[in-house]
């Protein structure tokens, strides 16, 4: 399994990213986290495999939207209202193909990205 995250850079405060990830092989239920230097990584986003759970971390709550595009086995991050907290190396990362649901523990995933820098100027 091959993850393949893109869509970071560097965005003022109040600005928008969208981050992308493309899964190869099968649909997964999947999941977003973020880690900024000298910090633990902690969750942000998850959709299962159907689409109809999304957990989001309370932080992002209204301004973060996880979606996909099954057709296309890629989930995507839209990040609006952007603040310098938001700034870390965001990861996607997958579960195994046997588990349908989203959760917002990191040792749940399987499979993991490399990550993808979003710095937000205040």
């Known amino acids: 399994v091959q993850l393949q995250a893109s869509g970071g850079g560097l965005v003022q405060t109040g600005g928008s990213l969208r981050l992308s990830c493309a899964a190869s092989g099968r649909t997964f239920s999947m999941g977003w986290f973020r880690q900024a230097p000298g910090k633990e990584r902690d969750f942000v986003a998850a959709?299962?495999?159907?689409?109809?759970?999304?957990p989001y971390a309370d932080s992002v709550k209204g301004r973060f939207t996880i979606s996909r595009d099954s057709a296309k086995n890629t989930v995507y991050l839209q990040m609006n209202s952007l603040k310098p907290e938001d700034a870390a190396v965001y990861y996607c990362?997958?579960?195994?193909?046997?588990?349908?649901?989203?959760?917002?523990?990191?040792?749940?995933?399987?499979?993991w990205g490399q990550g993808t820098q979003v710095t937000v100027s205040s």
């Open positions: 990362a997958a579960r195994h193909p046997n588990w349908l649901s989203a959760t917002m523990n990191d040792n749940d995933y399987d499979y």
């Open positions: 959709i299962s495999r159907s689409g109809a759970m999304t």
